[in-house]
């Protein structure tokens, strides 16, 4: 992992959050928005890539329950990800980011879009973004458990997770509830209008390419990437043409 030049924590809500900062040049920062079972630490060299690629600077930081924030309180409800994105003006405030070109992996990527039509928002990408649940997902969302209560998986997360159970639990107990079967954003993307970049990989086990289509029918002129050979982490696995991609985008920016 490339170790971030300036951390510090924040605090939203009451919820002490640690957060990050890869110093750039001008422009709205960048702001990554980490997966369901991410953490400032589980983007590795994601941010520093991106700053060097854009000029621009990069923050992130770790909703509360992972990596090194507070822990939350489980069972997460099951519209964990629209309170999140309500509470994403108070997370730009506490990291000093008047704008921002919000960049979203998977929960990440849904919480993103549900924030996008706030002014204050510049650009989306949107990495493996969920706007409804497939078969798929719950298949694979159910395998993850699996090995998480057999397997090495609870290990491995625990190096990045000060609260790994509560990390864990309340995103694949919400994910795997029988009422989140009906959970559909879709409809937040007729509420956006700025630019929006997304990319998905062909070979994602958490989500087919009609998680990207959907944006491509409600808004034609987002620009759509479709990586082979790439899974649920595209920006990861192939970063030779994930990261040049975002740069040309930012830099298309106004």
Do not use: K
Not at 3 to 19: H, K, M, S, Y
Not at 150 to 156: F, Q, V
Not at 220 to 246: C, F, K, N, Y
């Amino acid at each position: 992992m490339a170790a971030p030049d300036q951390t510090f924590d924040i605090t939203v809500g009451g919820d002490r959050l640690e957060a990050a900062r890869w110093p750039g040049s001008a422009g709205a920062p960048l702001v990554l928005l980490h997966e369901g079972l991410g953490s400032v630490g589980l983007w590795r060299d994601t941010p520093a890539r991106l700053r060097d690629a854009t000029g621009r600077t990069a923050l992130a930081w770790s909703r509360a329950g992972y990596g090194r924030s507070t822990p939350c309180i489980i069972p997460r409800p099951l519209d964990y990800m629209e309170r999140e994105a309500q509470h994403l003006p108070t997370v730009l405030d506490a990291l000093g980011a008047e704008e921002a070109v919000l960049v979203g992996h998977s929960d990440g990527g849904s919480i993103a879009a549900l924030a996008g039509a706030s002014p204050r928002i510049r650009a989306l990408v949107l990495i493996a973004p969920h706007f409804f649940v497939e078969q798929c997902s719950v298949e694979a969302i159910a395998a993850a458990r699996e090995e998480y209560e057999t397997g090495t998986l609870r290990e491995r997360l625990a190096r990045h997770h000060d609260h790994v159970d509560a990390a864990f639990r309340g995103w694949n107990d919400a994910w795997l509830s029988p009422a989140f079967r009906d959970w559909d954003i879709t409809a937040c993307l007729d509420r956006i209008a700025c630019p929006i970049l997304a990319v998905q990989g062909m070979d994602d086990p958490y989500g087919t390419r009609a998680q990207v289509d959907v944006i491509a029918r409600h808004l034609p002129v987002a620009q759509i990437h479709l990586i082979d050979s790439a899974g649920h982490a595209p920006h990861a696995e192939r970063p030779e043409i994930v990261i040049p991609l975002l740069a040309r985008f930012v830099g298309q920016l106004p």
